[in-house]
């Protein structure tokens, strides 16, 4: 049974990576979607279809279907090993992964919204967006492999100067890009 788990662990980590990557991606993309509209009539259309166009490859493509398969593996190691259900870390777990199940149909909203030329949200705010995956992610991989090692206190106080650190960088690049006109 232990062989199959490490099979089914092996798939549940390269799900994850290609899920992140497409979250990654993705957000990428609606940022520069949402800078298109500042560009002139006819490359502005131009580029909004074609950013409409990997958007949904994307997402229909690789996202959705690595975030199924991640959940759908991850549901199979806690068949294998129905103790994790017991660890309180795996708890913490969970609810990051379920934060980041939303973000994701948040994501899958806003693509949609800019679709339809209705997305109100900014191409910095969609930066700022953008780093509450990498935030979830350091918070799931610290938790997985830290465990129960390190105090909860302290595990969030380090998630929250991480998170303010990436958005200090965030802000940052956004008078960077100012100064240089990027």
Excluded at 64 to 89: E, N
Excluded at 103 to 130: A, D, E, P, T, V
Excluded at 144 to 173: E, P, Q, T
């Amino acid at each position: 049974m232990e062989k199959y788990y490490l099979y089914i662990l092996s798939v549940h980590i390269i799900f994850v990576v290609s899920w992140m990557a497409g979250l990654f991606y993705s957000v990428r993309l609606f940022i520069y979607h949402t800078e298109a509209e500042d560009k002139p009539e006819i490359e502005r259309n131009i580029l909004q279809k074609e950013y409409e166009r990997i958007e949904a490859k994307l997402w229909n493509i690789i996202t959705t279907p690595a975030m199924v398969l991640t959940v759908l593996a991850g549901v199979g190691m806690v068949c294998i090993h129905p103790f994790l259900l017991q660890m309180p870390w795996f708890h913490v777990k969970l609810g990051f992964v379920a934060a980041l199940l939303i973000y994701h149909f948040i994501c899958q909203n806003i693509m949609k919204q800019l679709k339809h030329g209705k997305c109100k949200i900014s191409s910095f705010n969609l930066r700022l967006w953008n780093e509450v995956a990498t935030i979830l992610l350091v918070a799931i991989v610290f938790t997985v492999v830290l465990k129960s090692a390190v105090n909860w206190i302290y595990g969030l106080v380090g998630l929250i100067i991480f998170s303010v650190v990436i958005m200090l960088g965030v802000k940052w690049y956004k008078h960077y890009r100012k100064k240089h006109n990027c």
